[in-house]
């Protein structure tokens, strides 16, 4: 008989969240990890490169909430670059930002902007991911290896993904320290307003990459064969088309759904897509959104937008369609306090959810984040992609970008 329980991270566990609360959070479902020959156990952290770590992680603390927990820069060792990790619920955050002028960190920021180098996962067993990535052809960037200090032993290892991106695979279950080698406890001297939440979101929901034309079924098959992956959905067509743009876009998840990536490739339509200027602008492939998961997105949104975090207006006529009234049925919230909000709201066979999705954060319109909240859905919003694309293009056309 197989072992097919679901069991917290240790992240989680810091987190205080429950398992229940994690199924509905971000749709965890049960799967035998001992049959998966490159087993995931979930995310470990998403790592930043961006042209000024200082002010970034401040930023992410008094905007997003997110709590400083170590650090590594000149002042323990530290002479390339600052790295700040920051954590909210069982998500891990680590920004980095050039020091030394000839930090290789430079180029890539000059490149390709503020954006994300590394999905870090979390797994059971380094080497035996890295000999299933070898045998698939997959590109190894470091050899499975151990780094150590006074906290124990963590081991890892890192494969290419697309483009520039990569996946450090990570076994923690013999290092205790506040993040990796190197880095030193750190906590903020920023101080939250009275009354302010514990945190704004609880969980990684899934990470959105884009790729060029012609390359997303590509990089689908690489997570199916070199990752164990498997496809959960597919848009095409009309689904996640306008009048103006259009764009294809394929799911893969690992066994228990705690690491989703949804793939895009634009497609040919009059204009150029949401994807195109993403491509364009960040000189290539990279992650375009992250969708943070929380368990109220109504007082997560008033809090972030009283902290100045701005997002995409939604127009009226998406709350006073008649038809998208009678699919979605009756939610936890009544639409006129999601219409006030901008929030989108959509029903498949399994329930609902409850999403927005911010403007680019940086100064190249490329990585924004999406905030989701599920009540039974497993999916991604597919009844709400015309209007969130038009939303897109509305900001795409002002920039000139359309």
């Known amino acids: 008989m197989t072992d097919t329980t679901v069991d917290l991270t240790p992240q989680e566990r810091d987190a205080d969240l429950d398992l229940d609360q994690l199924k509905q959070l971000v749709g965890l479902v049960e799967y035998d990890e001992a049959r998966d020959p490159f087993p995931v156990t979930g995310w470990d952290a998403i790592v930043f490169v961006v042209g000024n770590a200082t002010q970034t992680a401040h930023y992410y603390q008094s905007a997003w909430g997110m709590t400083l927990e170590a650090y590594s820069g000149p002042e323990n060792g530290n002479r390339d670059h600052k790295a700040f990790v920051l954590r909210s619920g069982s998500i891990r955050f680590v920004i980095k930002g050039a020091v030394s002028p000839d930090s290789p960190l430079i ?32 590109t190894v960037l470091d050899e499975p290896q151990d ?171 998406y709350y006073e369609d008649e038809e998208l009234r009678r699919r979605i049925g009756e939610v ?11 929030i989108l709201v959509d029903r498949d066979e399994d329930g609902y959810l409850l999403q927005i999705f911010t403007k680019p954060l940086g100064d190249r319109p490329t990585v924004f984040f999406e905030m989701i909240e599920r009540h039974g859905s497993l999916g991604f919003g597919k009844g709400n992609f015309k209007a969130l694309f038009v939303a897109l293009e509305r900001e795409q056309d002002l920039r000139g970008n359309l």
């Open 107 to 138: 180029a890539h920021h000059a490149a390709h902007g503020d954006g994300v180098v590394d999905i870090a996962l979390e797994v059971p067993d380094v080497d035996r991911c890295v000999a299933q990535a070898r045998r698939m052809g997959a």
């Open 332 to 342: 936890r919230v009544p639409i006129e306090e999601l219409q006030s909000r901008g």
């Open 147 to 317: 780094v150590a200090d006074e906290h124990g032993t963590l081991r890892f290892a890192s494969i290419a993904t697309y483009g520039e991106t990569r996946h450090t695979l990570v076994d923690r279950s013999r290092y205790s320290g506040p993040y990796w080698p190197g880095y030193v406890e750190r906590t903020s001297t920023y101080q939250k307003r009275e009354g302010s939440p514990k945190r704004l979101f609880q969980a990684l929901d899934h990470i959105v990459g884009n790729v060029e034309l012609g390359k997303m079924d590509e990089w689908v098959a690489f997570y199916n064969k070199v990752m164990g992956f498997v496809n959960m959905a597919e848009f095409i067509g009309d689904d996640i088309a306008t009048d103006y743009s259009a764009l294809m876009s394929k799911v893969v998840a690992n066994g228990n759904h705690r690491v989703k990536f949804p793939l895009n490739e634009p497609a040919i339509a009059k204009k150029r897509s949401q994807i195109d200027e993403y491509l364009d602008f960040y000189r290539g492939p990279g992650a375009q959104h992250l969708a943070l998961a929380t368990n109220d997105i109504i007082r997560t949104v008033d809090e972030l937008r009283a902290n100045g975090v701005e997002f995409l207006d939604t127009p009226d006529s």
